[in-house]
């Protein structure tokens, strides 16, 4: 998963998963058969307030195999 902006210069992002914070901008993750749906979340700070942000995504686990946005 990649995390991605208009946010030109010192920008700060952050990607929320499954309890944890993490710095930097993608994600790799591989479904362990534990879960059907976990939320993503993205996070742009900017010093300039119109480029900051957050957008949440919804993964459906289809099967081991599959992952659905």
Do not use: H
């Not at 995390?3 to 929320?16: A, F, G, R």
């Not at 994600?27 to 059907?36: I, M």
């Not at 939320?39 to 900017?46: A, T």
């Amino acid at each position: 998963f990649t995390c991605d902006s208009s946010c030109i210069s010192n920008c700060v992002y952050t990607l929320s998963f499954r309890g944890e914070t993490l710095k930097g901008t993608s994600l790799t993750w591989t479904p362990d058969g534990q879960d059907v749906t976990v939320k993503l979340k993205c996070n742009v700070n900017s010093p300039d307030p119109d480029t900051s942000g957050s957008t949440t995504a919804i993964i459906e686990v289809k099967n081991k195999m599959f992952v659905q946005i």
